[in-house]
C-alpha cells in the first residue's frame, strides 16, 4: 500500500510519518529502518526521508550507521535518569521565574485537567492520559518567555513514553496525581520555591520514581 504525501512541509510530515510508527509499533527500538521500503510507501525520493532522519537522530530517536543503515534507538535507564533529572530542572525554574503570570483561571485548569488524568486512569484510557498530562505541565511551561525550553523538552517526554503505549501502571500514575494536587496547593500558597521543589526533587525524581520507572520499562 503506498501513502501519497503531500509536497508542503514534506519533511515534516515524514517526521511525524516516523514518529507515529514509533508511537504505533510500526518501528521498535533496536530495529533498522528500511530506508527503500518506507520511501516506496509514501511515494518520496530519500531526501525528505533522510531529512527527517537527522530530525530524529537529534531528539534521539535513531542512530544513523554510515553505511549501515539507520537504526531505532532503544532507552536506557540511564537516558530515563538524565531526562527526569533535566526535565526535573527546567519545570522547577519555569514556576519560579513565571510565578507572578499564574492567573487563577491557570490554577482552575490545573485542577481540571488533574481530575481528567484521575478519570482517564479510572476508565483505563492511556491513549488520552498521555497527552492529558503534557497538556497539564504546559499550563505553567508555555507562560515562560523563552520557547527553547518547550522545544527542548517535549522530544524528552515523547522519547520517555511512546513506545510504551501497553506498560501503564495506575498505582504510579494516580501518585503521579497526587503530586500534581501538592503542586497546585503550593500554587494557591502563593510558595512556587515548593512548588518548584514539587517537581524537581519528587516528581521528576529518578530516585524517588526509581522502582516504578524500572517496572514501566521493564528494567533491572
Known sequence: MTHRLNILSLREQVYEYL???MTTGGLVPGSTINLNRIAEQ????????????????????VTILPRRGVMVNALTLEDVKHAYGSIGIIEAA???DNFDKIKPAHILRLERLNQQMRENIKSDNFSNLFKTNLAFHDVVNTLSD????????SPIKHRLYDFQGQSYIPEWELRNCDEHDRYITFLKQDNPAEAARVFKDVHWSYEVQEAFIKQFYAMS
Open 19 to 21: 514518529r507515529n510508527e
Open 94 to 96: 519555569i514556576v519560579q
Open 42 to 61: 509514501l511515494g518520496i525520493s530519500k531526501t525528505p526521508l533522510r531529512d527527517a532522519l537527522i530530525h530524529l537522530e537529534l531528539e534521539g530517536f
Open 146 to 153: 523563552n520557547p527553547l525550553l518547550g522545544k527542548f523538552m
